[in-house]
């Protein structure tokens, strides 16, 4: 695998965000736990701890060649299941405006989210090096 390969930048650029993302899941934990679904509402402290440890887990993991498939199992299995909360956010922009996010990008979380999952799928396929 060469320097220039586009799956080893997609794995640094990758890893650096999920990780940055679960750091900052624990230092603006309020913010992040603000983005639950009001039907989750009770569970949202846990719902958003777990969050960030796994986007932790699987930023480093991209980092590492003999963790590529928990990072890509981790970082997949952690944004499908969230594309709800991002349909919710759309249906309810009152939520978004609450956490100072502009409603015009609710859309663009589901589409953002669907665009990772298929680069982190082609990232860590076990065909490359």
Known sequence: MSASDPTRKARVLLGAVFTGAGIAHLVKH????????????????????????????????????????????ANIGLLLPTLPAAVDQFNHPEVLRRTGIPRALAPVRAVAQAVVVALTWWATRRDIG
């Open 30 to 73: 309020e913010w992040f736990e603000s983005l639950v679904p009001e039907q989750l509402s009770r569970r949202r402290r846990p719902i958003s701890a777990i969050t960030a440890v796994i986007q932790i887990v699987g930023g480093i993991s991209m980092f590492i060649p003999r963790l590529r498939v928990v990072a890509r199992w």
